[in-house]
């Protein structure tokens, strides 16, 4: 349901920050027949997904032994009962029972759409910060525009909730 993060290392140089995307706006602002098109359907996961929406680079090692999983794509947030979009391309592989070209098309048209226009907030991180979101609705990802080698831990807890459920026609 939400995560926390505490920043224990930070990279020397500027960067490291960490984006948030509000993924109900991005429900908000999508085409009502694209809305329409992606109640009920749900994008399948895979921890090494391939690479498959470049650039992103697709993860490697022992999550590589995780069990492949499927989400809805809209959801209806388990407290505050709104609609919300559901992706995250770096596991992504497609959206089930479509094909697999035209899934992934509308799955990267969705990321850019909430890139461009949906609310954001990027948080430069300071040590020791704590930041707490609720996964139910923002997506984030870090910015990964420090040096390479440079450290960046933080101690994540998740907090566990409901089951996401699907959003209904």
């Not at 991005?26 to 996961?45: H, K, M, N, S, W």
């Not at 959801?75 to 559901?86: D, E, K, L, M, N």
């Amino acid at each position: 349901m939400a995560t926390v993060l505490h920043a224990r290392e930070l990279p020397s140089g500027p960067g490291g920050a960490t984006q948030f995307i509000d993924m109900r706006a991005t429900f908000q602002i999508l085409d009502p027949q694209v809305r329409d098109r992606l109640v009920g359907r749900e994008c399948a996961y895979r921890y090494n997904n391939g690479g498959v929406f470049p650039p992103r680079v697709a993860a490697e090692g022992e999550g590589e032994a995780l069990v492949d999983v499927r989400h809805p794509i809209v959801r209806v947030h388990p407290i505050a009962g709104t609609i919300s979009i559901f992706i995250d391309l770096d596991r992504a592989t497609h959206i089930v029972d479509v094909p697999v070209e035209e899934g992934r098309a509308q799955l990267q048209a969705i990321q850019d759409l909430a890139e461009k226009h949906a609310p954001r907030y990027a948080h430069a991180w300071r040590p020791h910060d704590v930041l707490m979101w609720d996964n139910a609705s923002v997506q984030h990802k870090a910015s990964g525009d420090f040096p390479v080698g440079e450290p960046r831990r933080f101690w994540r807890f998740m907090i566990a909730g409901p089951k996401p459920e699907a959003a209904r026609e």
